[in-house]
Nanobody, 120 residues
Framework: QVQLVESGGGLVQAGGSLRLSCAAS????????MAWYRQAPGKQREMVAG???????NYADSVKGRFTISRDSSKNTVYLQMNSLKPEDTGVYYC??????????????WGQGTQVTVSS
């Protein structure tokens, strides 16, 4: 089992910054990948940024150059630094972790979501 606790959402004006955090805990062998998704009202959930255990990262085109994903492996925590925020960045942001089980198999875990609202 993997438990994820997210924090850092809130209300910010356009052009502002926020940093989201997601801490993973539980029983697992290692984390293979961590990512942030978001879901805007009336839209499908989309991946914003992801990071593999090799530290390879990828970003949605809409956030490249503005958002940065990073992690602290010692704390099993992933961060999303969001700069130059735009109203279209508004949505619920979810942390996703794929971890290897202590035995065989993988765990795909989701955080509870944190609201980010960017006002114009």
């Amino acid at each position: 089992q993997v438990q994820l606790v997210e924090s850092g959402g809130g209300l910010v004006q356009a052009g502002g910054s926020l940093r989201l955090s997601c801490a993973a805990s539980g029983s697992f062998f290692r984390i293979n990948a961590m990512a942030w998704y978001r879901q805007a009202p009336g839209k499908q959930r989309e991946m914003v940024a992801g990071m593999l255990s090799s530290n390879t990262t990828n970003y949605a085109d809409s956030v490249k150059g503005r958002f940065t994903i990073s992690r602290d492996s010692s704390k099993n925590t992933v961060y999303l630094q969001m700069n130059s925020l735009k109203p279209e960045d508004t949505g619920v942001y979810y942390c996703n972790v794929v971890a290897a089980k202590l035995g065989l198999g993988v765990i795909n875990a989701w955080g509870q979501g944190t609201q980010v609202t960017v006002s114009s």
